[in-house]
Structure formats: C-alpha cells, structure tokens
Nanobody, 124 residues
C-alpha cells in the first residue's frame, strides 16, 4: 500500500487547508486511517483517525471543532479539513493506514503504512 499526501502549505492564522491522502490498493475500504503530525522537537501525535466504516472517529482535544477527517472509499482517499488554523498546528502531517483495526486507533504503532508527510505552516 502506498500513501501520498497533498494539500499542505503556508497559511495565516484563522485560515483553512484541506489535506488529502491517496492510497493504492483495492482493500482501502477495509483500512482504518489516521492523520498524525510531528512538530519540530516534539513526538508524533495522532490528530484524527477514522475507522474502516467511517462510523468511528477520534480527534485529539486541541483540534476538536476545527478539524474533520473523512474517508471516500470510491476515491481511495482520506481527507483532513483543517479550519481556524493556529500557529501551534504547524507541523509535518502524515497519513497512516491500519489494515487490522475495526476502530479508530490513535497510537503510531497501530498503523502499518505511512505516507511521506506534507508540511503545514501557520503564521501568526
């Protein structure tokens, strides 16, 4: 499985971005998907996750109400809509896929496949 992220960039605080992650493979619909981020000098954290069915989601507290994860099985793509961006959202954002879980895991070790990352920079 290959994951390719896109949509990162430089924005001002309060603006929006939508990240996309295109996945190869016919079994995408059976994967739990997540977006992680890693800021300079910090550990990688799960920003949002979605179960294979889309029926279960997870958001870290700092993005609740601002970010939305969604999954389009027909397009083999998972999205992260990011609104009201803040400078503290600045990080490299990674897409990840888990072919085993039925829920929406939030730990990096739960995910088997990873994208190369896309930089998001929010200026104040």
């Amino acid at each position: 499985v290959q994951l390719v992220e896109s949509g990162g960039g430089l924005v001002q605080a309060g603006e929006s971005l939508r990240l996309s992650c295109a996945a190869s493979g016919r079994t995408f619909r059976s994967y739990a998907m997540a977006w992680f981020r890693q800021a300079l000098g910090k550990e990688r954290e799960c920003v949002a996750a979605i179960s294979w069915s889309g029926g279960s989601t997870y958001y870290t507290d700092s993005v609740k109400g601002r970010f939305t994860i969604s999954k389009d099985n027909a397009k083999n793509t998972v999205y992260l809509q990011m609104n009201s961006l803040k400078p503290e959202d600045t990080a490299v954002y990674y897409c990840a896929a888990d072919p085993h879980s039925v829920t929406a895991p939030k730990f990096p070790n739960d995910y088997l496949y990873w994208g190369q990352g896309t930089q998001v920079t929010v200026s104040s």
